[in-house]
């Protein structure tokens, strides 16, 4: 069920004749992070923080809040924030009077209490004209920073109050002042977990949520809302708050994201405690119905989220990379046009790939076998070698060489680390390793030459067999065939034959081995050595199977079979495999001080 939900159907506060365009408002112009980047933000953004762990997000948004409050309070990952404030001093009073207790303390100062703080009303005109510096205790009537347990808590009953001349103090308020506000929410909840969302108006003292199939009154038996038979029924569903942390943190980062009336709104993790497709629907849930005038930050480990956020299709999504270095936390970013340019491909949207935005760094191999092998590789050297740092690598693949380089540009745009590995024969076709090259950077005229020089000393070799010679063999093959259909054993003997007819087929089984000896194999090892230098590996063997040719099978069973017969740490034929793993990895000997490897995602995941 989804339930469209502009910012003006959420919720209207007494406030007289004050309306919401007068309303004061602050957000964030900008935000310096420490690498001296500045990110421009408009009223509506939001700004979404990725990057692998430990590399500053939930830092960054203690920052962003700090700096808000005071300008000069010390920024580790944020250096400095600029803010905008709309509305006049008077306005501003008007709309403290009607969304906070006004109580006169002992001196007879006039003091808001509301938001969880207490302003006295001399210091609110002052601070406001003066935001620029930071707004003191002002700020956080404005800014809401939700904490792992403030998302939880929020989901507990809420104090009765008098909804129609008292200021709303939870925002269960907002769900029991407007029933439009609790059948929407009541309809979010249904989606993620199947059940509906009810609030029981009638506890008590307390406001609690319910979860479960929701009764309704029997009109044929004169019942209504405020019947016993109906609160019987009412009171048999189990309150939300004794739930589970998915559900209680569900609806708790909603009711704080779009129900209360903070301007900006920083959330860490609003993924923690939810399965992947609750985590999915979080995102396009706060794409799609965030009021426009309020900005959201988050900080997200998650791929699920994000592809929600992107799903939505809003022009208000930013997306921020972080990393670390040190004392120093570069950053890059993509603006909303960026980011549906990044979103516009079917590959990106059906695949696990935006997932390398959470790693130090990712492998782009050619399809699923060779990251199978590479990673299993790769977690063989971790075992067998000391290591005493942590590194985040991610295995993904893309179906073929002709989609790496729009991974590559996704990636690349916000900075992830990459390396690309590929088979030999990438060498053959001028136009896909271009447009990979390229893609990573590379200038093509740096490796034109060399290229052209080994592609026709390989093109012009003699190959070993003649047309003649492939034709005779494959009729002697099917020949002896009596089945139907043509056996597995015969179709690979046919394989064989057709590699021997073409220099490129050779080629790309035997590896830099064919090329002539001689200058073209000195142009070769150059064309390489470029190639490393900016992250592309084509694999000096030939193809993955050429790393143990004992091994007939191919593909998926190859690897498998490599698996269960070979000592991937030992066995001294596969010591060209580790070198090229290693190599991929970014440099000799990485796993000398590396022991946290994360295990790596293989495969495209369709969703």
């Not at 939900?5 to 004749?17: H, I, L």
């Not at 030939?542 to 593909?555: A, R, T, Y």
């Amino acid at each position: 069920m989804i339930v469209t939900m502009k910012s003006e159907d959420y919720f209207e506060t007494e406030m007289g004749a004050l309306t919401r365009a007068a309303r004061p408002h602050l957000s964030i112009a900008s935000i310096q992070f420490s690498d001296g980047t500045t990110l421009s933000t408009e009223p509506g953004d939001i700004v979404v923080l990725v990057g692998p762990n430990n590399s500053g997000k939930t830092v960054a948004l203690k920052n962003i809040e700090s700096k808000i409050i005071a300008r000069s309070n010390r920024g580790v990952v944020v250096k400095a924030v600029e803010t905008s404030a709309q509305g006049s001093s008077e306005s501003l009073v008007q709309w403290l009077e009607a969304t906070s207790s006004v109580v006169t303390d002992s001196s007879g100062n006039v003091v808001y209490r509301g938001m969880g703080q207490a302003l006295a009303e001399r210091q609110a005109s002052v601070w406001w004209q003066a935001h620029d510096k930071g707004l003191q205790t002002l700020g956080y009537f404005f800014v809401c920073r939700l904490t792992t347990e403030g998302r939880l808590v929020a989901a507990n009953p809420a104090q009765r109050i008098k909804l129609t001349t008292e200021p709303f103090t939870h925002p269960i308020h907002y769900l029991e002042r407007y029933e439009s506000i609790e059948a929407q929410f009541s309809g979010l909840f249904e989606a993620a977990f199947g059940e509906d969302l009810v609030l029981h108006r009638n506890a008590g003292s307390e406001s609690p949520l319910l979860c479960g199939a929701k009764p309704f009154p029997d009109k044929d038996r004169g019942e209504d809302r405020l019947s016993v038979e109906y609160q019987a029924r009412l009171e048999k569903l189990p309150p939300l708050h004794e739930q589970g942390d998915g559900m209680r943190a569900f609806v708790g980062v909603l009711l704080h994201s779009l129900v209360r009336e903070h301007s900006i709104v920083l959330i860490d993790e609003p993924e923690a405690f939810l399965h992947p497709p609750q985590a999915r629907m979080m995102g396009q849930t706060l794409a799609r119905r965030l009021p426009e005038d309020r900005q959201l930050v988050l900080a997200t480990h998650s791929g699920y989220l994000l592809r929600g956020l992107l799903e939505a299709g809003s022009d208000r999504v930013k997306v921020v990379r972080l990393t670390r270095q040190g004392e120093i936390n570069p950053v890059r970013h993509l603006d909303s046009k960026g980011v549906r340019g990044l979103w516009q491909d079917p590959l990106l949207r059906h695949s696990n790939i935006l997932d390398g935005l959470f790693y130090e760094k990712v492998v782009v191999c050619e399809g699923d076998a060779d990251c199978r092998f590479y990673a299993a590789l790769m977690d063989s050297l971790k075992s067998g070698e000391e290591s005493h740092d942590s590194q985040q690598v991610m295995f993904t693949h893309c179906g073929g060489k002709d989609r790496i380089p729009v991974v590559a540009d996704a990636l690349a745009a916000l900075g992830v680390p990459l390396s690309i590995a590929v088979d030999f024969d990438i060498l053959r076709d001028e136009h896909t390793l271009r447009r990979i090259w390229e893609a990573i950077g590379g200038g093509w005229t740096s490796v034109e030459a060399d290229w052209r020089r080994v592609k026709r000393a390989i093109s012009e070799k003699r190959p070993d067999l003649a047309t003649a010679d492939v034709r005779d063999g494959i009729e002697r093959l099917l020949s002896g065939v009596e089945q139907e259909y043509l056996p597995e054993e015969t179709a690979k003997e046919i394989r064989k034959i057709l590699r021997k007819s073409s220099p490129w087929r050779q080629a790309g089984s035997i590896g830099i081995k064919y090329v002539p000896s001689g200058e073209p194999t000195l142009r070769c090892r150059n064309l390489f050595q470029t190639l490393n230098e900016r992250g592309l590996f084509p694999n000096e063997e030939g193809e993955l199977e050429s790393f143990v040719k004992s091994v007939g099978s191919h593909g998926p069973k190859w690897v498998l079979e490599v698996l269960e017969t070979k000592d991937l740490t030992a066995d001294p034929g596969l010591d060209a495999a580790r070198s090229f793993v290693r190599s991929i990895l970014g440099f000799r000997g990485i796993m000398q001080s590396r022991d946290a490897l994360i295990p790596p995602q293989v495969g495209a995941e369709s969703e």
